[in-house]
């Protein structure tokens, strides 16, 4: 399997714009991650789905942020509008679920926003 | 609830050296323990993990982990440092109740050549 995908890797994009980041899970795993990376939070949970279903998305920092799961391959994380604060590392994992808890994690997509 | 808390956010070690990574967490029901990896702009890398039977769970690269329950303690430790482990480490703990995990702050540990 090639592992959890993310796109892109990195977006640089104009405060107020619309950002979309991509994310493909394994195969066969039922739940998907959605994390955010910076220096001053470190990793914090935004969402996460169970069999394409938002489970938890307490959080999701505000209404700009929304996060969909269309079918068990696709996930998307959208801003709107986008923010200067928003500069961070946007994560995708995925994991089996029960019995199996270890998450998978994407390489990453390093946001910008000037 | 569930929290993790990495004591010492900077390691530094030498080549060689013993290498300890401290984790202690909390947890009301019995808890599942990860360690992952992160080297330099890269996702995080499952290390090992512990869930149910022996405490003493090894993983890759070298590295093993103990779970002591009564000290709420799962640190990280490798004999024998080498210049390739230079990574940022979290810690992380979730329940069999759900899949929620709780990472640590990270431990970034330097090795020394």
Known sequence: ?114 | AQSVTQLGSHVSVSEGALVLLRCNYSSSVPPYLFWYVQYPNQGLQLLLKYTTGATLVKGINGFEAEFKKSETSFHLTKPSAHMSDAAEYFCAVTANTGNQFYFGTGTSLTVIP
């Open chain 1, 1 to 114: 399997d090639a592992g959890v995908i993310q796109s892109p890797r990195h977006e640089v994009t104009e405060m107020g714009q619309e950002v979309t980041l991509r994310c493909k899970p394994i195969s066969g795993h039922d739940y998907l991650f959605w994390y955010r990376q910076t220096m001053m939070r470190g990793l914090e949970l935004l969402i996460y789905f169970n069999n394409n279903v938002p489970i938890d998305d307490s959080g999701m920092p505000e209404d700009r942020f929304s996060a969909k799961m269309p079918n068990a391959s696709f996930s998307t994380l959208k801003i709107q509008p986008s923010e200067p604060r928003d500069s961070a590392v946007y994560f995708c994992a995925s994991s089996l679920g029960w019995d199996s808890y270890e998450q998978y994690f994407g390489p990453g997509t390093r946001l910008t926003v000037t």
